[in-house]
Nanobody
């Protein structure tokens, strides 16, 4: 069983920054890719960013490229999402997820490739 706990959300003005963290339980964190997704009110959950198990591959949604950076610290069992130049349209609940399969070279952008999710953290960007 894996538990994922997100933190770092909050209220920020447009143009500001936040860093989200996702702490994972278990000793096998380092062999799984991880991803961040978000869900705005009235919308479906959408892909934001993902990172491979080694950290060597990343992928971003077009809407966040150049503004968000995903990273991981396997010694701390934690994945991060640094969010800069935030916009009101980034307002959403942000979820981290764990890849279903271990040690795959590519990152997974579809929800169906994830088997565990955190409870989410709210990010609100005011204009």
């Amino acid at each position: 069983q894996v538990q994922l706990v997100e933190s770092g959300g909050g209220l920020v003005q447009a143009g500001g920054s936040l860093r989200l963290s996702c702490a994972a339980s278990g000793r096998t964190f380092s062999i799984y890719g991880m991803g961040w997704f978000r869900q705005a009110p009235g919308k479906e959950r959408e892909f934001v960013a993902a990172i491979s198990w080694s950290g060597g591959s990343t992928n971003y949604a077009d809407s966040v490229k150049g503004r968000f950076t995903i990273s991981r610290d396997n010694a701390r069992n934690t994945v991060y999402l640094q969010m800069n130049s935030l916009k009101p349209e980034d307002t959403a609940v942000y979820y981290c997820g764990k890849h279903e399969s271990p040690m795959i070279r590519t990152v997974v952008v579809g929800e169906e490739g994830y088997d565990y999710w955190g409870q989410g953290t709210q990010v609100t960007v005011s204009s």
